[in-house]
């Protein structure tokens, strides 16, 4: 009896078996965890997962030539675009009838838009072609080809047609080719004249820049928050309000700050000019160019290096360096090998950050940067607010995007994302 009740299954309290009751209760609990997280999980996706997902659609995305004009793209794909030849009046009269449609919908003018970022001109062509498109009736009005070539002489031109060929296509390479200073042709992929490469040197700008930022931070910030780290905490309290201090100001009030002290008339060059250092008439450029950008960025940034450094440093036992001491090392040595090795982590965390923020900055850098001094990221704004160029911009933010994550991959190899460490 004994042993045919120990063979059987262990029971619960209520008697079901113990293993279904455990089971039971744990994915109680993960449910209870699910629900007390579910709206973290809501916002992240609201805010961040999707805004992404459409900036990675948006840039290869590009339906609006064939909504737009769905008859002329199929007689298009009938038309060889490599012969140099302009297309039979069969393309005329299915791109009159896709116009009529396209100015009644007030697509057309969209339509020019979206094609004068490959060929200038495109938009004003639309624009103007669609008053008198519409006038004309497509049974009775036919033949089109001279007509329209009368109405417009853009609508003689190859060129016309072979841009909207090449850029029908549904979805897109073109705007991450336009991002690379490239461009997408009949007969593939082409560089951009040199007037319009831009792009390419802004990327290597802004991470030549960020870098030297960061640079800047961690010398900055290492001996204050060494300095924070060491001294009696009533001392490291009040200094600590001060490294805060700057949050508590507008990042545009700081910043407009910063453009008056760099001016050739601001505080920096009179002061200069005050103690003699600098003649009158030799005062300082250090505004609207890469210098003025790092030093307004810098200090911007500054107190995000110093926080990590600072709750790392505060971690590392003083016991170390007085046994270091006591054992005949010297100062330099005590630092170098014993205190410095500890505090890397707090560098590692703090670099990320910093890193992180100022490649994808732009509000400083367009007050202060003037034309060589500003990032890629200003470029985004710029094609988002000016020039509605939303497919360029997407494709911009996803290159620094993955540039950003590729960095961030790097650093995890070579140092160990395990090893950063806040505090």
Not at 173 to 189: I, K, Q
Request: glycine share 6%; charged share 15%.
């Amino acid at each position: 009896m004994t042993d045919a009740t120990q063979s059987g299954p262990m029971l619960a309290a209520d008697g079901t078996p113990l293993k279904k009751s455990l089971a039971r209760s744990l994915r109680r609990r993960k449910l209870r965890a699910l629900a007390l997280i579910a709206p973290l999980l809501l916002f992240v996706m609201l805010s961040f997962v999707i805004p992404i997902v459409s900036m990675l659609m948006r840039s290869v995305e590009n339906g609006i030539v064939a909504e737009t004009l769905p008859l002329t793209v199929v007689e298009l794909q009938n038309w060889d675009a490599e012969g140099g030849e302009l297309p039979d009046e069969a393309l005329y009269a299915a791109f009159i009838k896709d116009m009529i449609v396209a100015v009644e919908a007030k697509t057309h003018t969209r339509l020019g838009t979206r094609l004068n970022y490959e060929q200038t001109g495109m938009s004003s062509m639309f624009r103007k072609s669609g008053r008198n498109i519409k006038r004309l009736d497509p049974e009775a009005d036919a033949p089109f080809k001279e007509k329209l070539i009368e109405i417009h002489d853009g609508w003689g031109d190859v060129e016309t047609w072979r841009t909207i060929k090449t850029h029908a296509v549904p979805i897109t390479n073109g705007y991450f080719l336009n991002a690379v200073d490239m461009r997408r042709t009949p007969e593939g992929a082409q560089a951009q004249p040199e007037d319009k490469q831009i792009l390419i040197k802004l990327f290597g700008r802004t991470l030549m820049m960020s870098l030297i930022i960061t640079g800047a931070c961690i010398l900055l910030a290492y001996p204050v928050s060494y300095l924070l780290a060491t001294l009696p905490m009533r001392v490291s309290n009040l200094l600590m309000i001060l490294v805060l201090l700057p949050f508590w100001t507008s990042l545009l009030v700081r910043t407009s700050a910063w453009k008056v002290m760099l001016q050739q008339q601001g505080v920096i060059n009179e002061t200069l000019v005050w103690l003699g250092l600098v003649a009158d008439d030799a005062r300082l450029v250090i505004i609207n160019n890469q210098f003025g950008t790092i030093i307004a960025m810098t200090h911007i940034l500054l107190p995000f290096m110093i926080l990590p450094m600072y709750s790392v440093m505060q971690t590392i036992p003083p016991s170390y360096t007085r046994a270091a001491k006591s054992m005949g090392a010297t100062n330099w040595t005590t630092f170098w090998r014993i205190y410095f090795p500890q505090s890397i982590p707090g560098i590692g965390a703090g670099s990320i950050l910093v890193f992180i923020l100022a490649i994808g900055y732009y509000i400083t850098p367009e007050i202060v940067g003037g034309t060589k001094g500003v990032f890629i990221s200003n470029r985004i704004a710029y094609h988002i607010s000016s020039s509605l160029n939303w497919g360029l911009a997407a494709a911009l933010g996803t290159i620094l995007l993955a540039v950003v994550l590729l960095l961030y991959w790097c650093y995890d190899k070579i140092v160990g994302i395990d090893n950063v460490k806040l505090g």
